[in-house]
């Protein structure tokens, strides 16, 4: 408690913001609620956590914006005669459970689907991939962190064995000599992430952007590369075959700790710096430049996004670039490696507890017999009860009204988020039953049948999953308003009326507690983490064993193997990977072309992404008036060339046309584009709505769409 300037009382609850992977640290402190519409709490600084050390974005500063009753749902909607009306919780849970037990009884478990998102805490990803499998037994299961991180954790997996977005903290990031962000844009997506990038130059590092766009972060940089959208692996293959030219691979790194280099290194060769040149834009001596750079210091990094991960070749695109890092020895080594900056709040967590279609909790596959024993005894189930892998996000959508009849959603809006949306929106439609859990009334929740008003970051505690792989406590600070429950609360009283009594608390520690024994001895080992532990530190990396071994991920913690309590995990892969020869492999890649090249119907390039003051599918963010008034809509961003060659006019609208459909926004004319290129932001629903015309190609192994390139052509409109 503390007490203010006018005499009034307050308390302070240390906790993270609800939005992006980085986490940051922030204080709810209590304020007066003096309009009566307000949430009683504001966000103040919080200095002690590390990585963001006080700054926020203003999407971290307004969020208790969204705490207010005025924007966010109160009651249970239930659908009657065509209109959602308010209804109360037993009448809505009862419409639930009937719409999946009958479709359950017609159709088969399978025809339930249900689908997460990476908002949701440890302790809520978990219990919903439990209660998919062990309640309803369906393998329709995923979520939209498929979207987001997918392909660097598959690239991830096939090279080091092990998936964790960040091997090392951030604060490694200013201690290298040179730094290549590839497709990242962290001045707009987390800008307190940006000073790390700042401390690399004051340190004298280098920074050397890859990206179509001449971004706010691109602008910092010492180098600037911007590649034609979609052939950032071309561009990765064309600097590996130079580091070979020129004589700069690390010769007793490969031998000593990697596998696989000659097929990689024959892949490589293939790429002669004129072929990539032609490919990808970026000339000659801006490659041997980028390789100067990088090579020079002891020291290096390669920092990926979403840029080479949406893609259809996303994991061989993400697959170069740890090629290039593995060759120059730097994964494993003090400041250097491979990393991806995950996007979502617990994009990491979402991923390692069984949300995704093919995982079980600890990050361990579900069609691995002894992985689905160790859960299923945990569980108290029969390890033949469980299903096995079932469909990608984009597969499963696809798969709506189809032979998946009903689905249970829980944050997520894939009405804006999902690629090809009006046809996703379309399917959505068809179903035989919808029932959305969230926040908000979003675009998705106004489809369902039945909508469920459930509580945020502030009003419950429960851990996330940051980018660098530490898991934290979001504490509560806060009572919800009358009428709103809990997700854990839902599927307690869902699976009780679907006839699963126990195994369903809703309290998150104890959630958090059987999640500790399901993760043990996994990948992503949290069982030496506790509530207690994570009051107390700035957060505990994983993997953290309960006995102080080293686990599967090759390295012991800080504190060495033996410690009575794991210090948890910072960096990965010092001693060995996680495979199982305990050395990294290369992964032989060869440049391909987009799913959809440009043509003469459709002559532009498509790409899209984010701006600051709005987040993912703008449920929240475009309800908080701040964020809107500083951004309050689509545009499309477009060279002054191809303005030109359209007669378009800066802030008159365009249509942009693909092969799904059609959107329509006002032009933002740029040099900081390519002339064949545009860019869209995704956050907006309806005419604006990006997504209508990105196209859903999977790649093979992630299952991740292509959002980052389509084919399009663009119109004045009138
Ligand atoms: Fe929140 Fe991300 Fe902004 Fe930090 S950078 S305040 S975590 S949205």
Redesign the pocket.
Known sequence: MRRTLDGMQTSVTPTH?P??A???GMNLTSVPDRDGGGTGVEVTERTDFPV?RGA??G??RTAPALLSSRVRLTTPLVRTDGVLRPAGWDEALDRIAEGLSRTRTEHGPDACGVFGGGGLTNEKAYALGKFARVVLGTSQIDYNGRFCMSSAAAGGIKAFGLDRGLPFPLEDVPKAGCVILVGSNLAET???ALRYLTELRENGGKLIVVDPRRTRTAEQADLHLAPRPGTDLALALGLLHLVVAEGRTDEAYIRERTSGWEEARAAAMAHWPEYVERITGVSVPQLRETVRMFCEPEATMVLTARGPEQQSKGTDTVGAWINLCLATGRPGRPFSGYGCLTGQGNGQGGREHGQKADQLPGYRKLDDPAARRHVAEVWGVDPDTLPGPGRSAYELLDALGTDIRALLLMASNPVVSAPRAAHVEERLRSLDFLAVADVVLSETAELADVVLPVTQWAEETGTTTSLEGRVLLRRQALTPPEGIRSDLHVLRELADRLGVEKGFPTDPEEVFEELRRASAGGPADYSGITYRRLAEEDGVFWPCPSDGSAGPAGSAGEGGEGAVVHPGTPRLFLDRFATADGRARFVAVHHRPLAEEPDAEYPVLLTTGRVVSQ?QSGAQTRRVDELNAAAPGPFVELHPRLAERLGAVEGEPLAVVSRRGRAVAPARITTAIRPDTVFMPFHWPGEGRANTLTNPALDPTSRMPEFKACAVRVERVG
């Open positions: 913001c939005y992006c980085l986490q940051c963001n926020l974005c999407k971290g987390m800008p307190p987040y």
